[in-house]
C-alpha cells in the first residue's frame, strides 16, 4: 500500500494538464472541512443547551421521584417508606404535597403551585444555590417561612422579609360548605417570604415553597403527600434502586427518574439534533461527492502516466488502488481540517462567549454553550470516512474501465 499513497500523494500536490481539476481537488477538500466543522459545532452546541436544561431542571427535580398512579394523593402512614429507604443507594428522602392556589400580596394576585416539603428538600434538591435574594429557611422556631420563585416575586412585585404585608394564601376546601360567603368556602393562611429562587421559568413563575405541616394546613390534608422525592448516592446505579423502588412498592405508584421527569422535554431535544444532524449530514454528503468528479477528471488527465505504470509491470488492482487511495486521502484530510477548526471554534466560544444570544438579559446564560463530546468527533469521522470510501470507489470501479485495461 506504500507504492499507491506514495504515487496518490504525488499526484495531489503535482501539477495538473487542465487548472481545473486542481479547483475542484480543492473545492472538494474544501466543502468537506466546512461540512465537518459545522457538524462538531453545532452537535456542541445542542450538547451545551442540553446539558444547560438538564442542570436546571435538576436543580429542582430530584434523582427519584415517587407518585401515585391514580388520583393526586396517598397516605404517607401506608407507605413502606422503612423499605424504600434500606434500599442500598437511597440516601435521603422528602414528602411533598403540590397543590394549587391563589396568592395575594397587597394588591396583587397570582395563581401558583404551593409546594409543601420536609426538611430534607434541601438535600434532595440543590435549591440553595438557586436562591438569587435573601436566604433559604422554612421555619424559624413556631413561624414559618416562604420560598418563592422569581417569575412569582416578579409578577407581585414581592418584598421580602415584610411582616406587616406577609403573602395571603387562597385553597378551597375540601369539605362542602353550605354558606353563601364564598370566603368560608376557602382556607386561608398567611406567610412571610425569606428568599426568592431563580432555576426556570417553568418553575420560577409557578412555585412557592412552604413547610409540609403548612401545606396540609392550607389544602386541609392530614398525613396525604402527593409525591416522594430521594436523593441517591453517588457511585450507584438509579436505574437499579428505581427497579428495586418499583418492586416494593408495586404498581400503584410511578418511580421516575430525572429523564422520565421531564421525559417529553428530553425526546424534544434528542429529535431536534437528530434532525439537524442528518441535515448538516447530507449537505455534508454533497460536499463529499465533489470527490468523484475530482477523481474521474484526474483518471482522464492521467491515462498516459497509467500505460506508463503498466509498461513498468502495475497491474489494474494497483493503478486502482492509486486513484482509491487519492480519493481517500483527499476525505481524509478535510475531515481532520474540519475536526481541527470545529474543536478549535467550539474551544474559542466555550472560553471567550464570542457569540451571544439574542436577549441574553431574559437567559442565565448570555452566550451560546458549548459542550464537545469525544463521541461526537468519532462518529462524524466514521460518516466521513465511510461516504468518502463509497465517493472515491464508483469513480475508481466504473470511469476507469474506459482507462484501465
Known amino acids: ?9 504525488r499526484y495531489i500536490i503535482a501539477k495538473k494538464s487542465h487548472n481545473i481539476i486542481n479547483i475542484i481537488s480543492a473545492i472538494s477538500l474544501g466543502g468537506i472541512a466546512v461540512g465537518t466543522m459545522a457538524l ?25 421521584k415517587i ?43 397570582h395563581i401558583v403551585t404551593i409546594k409543601g416539603v420536609t426538611n430534607e428538600f434541601e438535600k434532595t434538591s440543590d435549591i440553595k444555590e438557586m436562591i438569587i435574594d435573601g436566604e433559604y429557611y422554612l421555619k424559624k422556631g413556631s413561624n414559618n417561612f416562604a420560598i418563592v420563585g422569581q417569575g412569582v416575586a416578579y409578577n407581585l412585585n414581592l418584598q421580602l ?16 360548605s353550605n354558606s353563601m360567603n364564598y370566603e368560608d368556602a376557602f382556607n386561608n393562611l398567611i406567610i412571610v417570604p425569606s428568599g426568592v429562587f431563580s432555576i426556570q421559568q417553568d418553575f420560577d413563575s409557578k412555585y412557592i415553597i412552604v ?5 396540609r394546613e392550607l389544602f386541609g390534608y392530614k398525613d396525604e403527600l402527593s409525591s416522594l422525592e430521594i436523593k441517591t448516592k453517588s457511585g450507584y446505579d438509579n436505574k437499579k434502586i428505581q427497579k428495586e423502588i418499583q418492586n416494593i412498592i408495586g404498581n400503584k405508584f410511578s418511580v421516575k427518574n430525572r429523564f422520565e421527569q421531564e421525559e417529553l422535554l428530553f425526546k424534544i431535544m434528542k429529535s431536534e439534533k437528530l434532525a439537524a444532524f442528518l441535515i448538516l449530514s447530507f449537505i455534508l454528503l454533497i460536499a463529499i461527492f465533489n470527490v468523484i468528479g475530482s477523481l474521474s477528471m484526474l483518471i ?41 477548526l470545529g474543536y478549535v471554534v467550539c474551544w474559542l466560544q466555550q472560553t471567550f462567549g ?11 446564560i448570555d ?7 469525544l463521541k461526537d468527533f468519532i462518529n462524524v469521522l466514521l460518516i466521513v470516512l465511510v461516504v468518502g470510501f463509497i465517493a472515491a470507489w464508483y469513480p475508481v470501479k466504473y470511469i476507469s474501465r474506459k482507462y484501465i485495461k
Not at 500500500?1 to 500523494?9: G, L, N, Q, S
Not at 393526586?72 to 414528602?95: A, R
Not at 422579609?161 to 362542602?176: C, F, H, I, S
Request: hydrophobic share 45%.
Open 67 to 109: 407518585a401515585v398512579v391514580a388520583g393526586k394523593t396517598f397516605n404517607f402512614s401506608s407507605f413502606p417508606h422503612d423499605k424504600v429507604m434500606h434500599i442500598q443507594g437511597v440516601q435521603y428522602m422528602t414528602g411533598c404535597l403540590e397543590e394549587n392556589a391563589l396568592v395575594k400580596y397587597k394588591s396583587k394576585q
Open 300 to 340: 482522464i488527465d492521467k491515462n498516459k502516466d497509467i500505460i506508463i505504470l503498466q509498461g513498468l509491470g502495475a497491474d489494474n488492482r494497483m493503478v486502482r488502488k492509486i486513484f482509491l487511495t487519492e480519493g481517500l486521502i483527499l476525505t481524509i484530510s478535510g475531515a481532520i481540517i474540519g475536526l481541527i
Open 211 to 215: 413547610p409540609l405541616n403548612f401545606a
Open 161 to 176: 422579609n415584610d411582616y406587616e404585608n406577609p403573602l395571603n394564601l387562597y385553597a378551597p376546601k375540601r369539605t362542602t
Open 367 to 373: 452566550s451560546y454553550p458549548v459542550k464537545m463530546l
Open 40 to 64: 462538531i459545532i453545532v452537535l456542541s452546541v445542542f450538547n451545551g443547551f442540553e446539558s444547560l436544561v438538564t442542570s436546571l431542571f435538576n436543580s429542582f427535580n430530584p434523582d427519584i
Open 354 to 364: 464570542l457569540i451571544k444570544i439574542p436577549a441574553a438579559g431574559t437567559l442565565v
Open 1 to 9: 500500500m506504500i507504492f499507491p499513497f506514495y504515487i496518490a500523494k
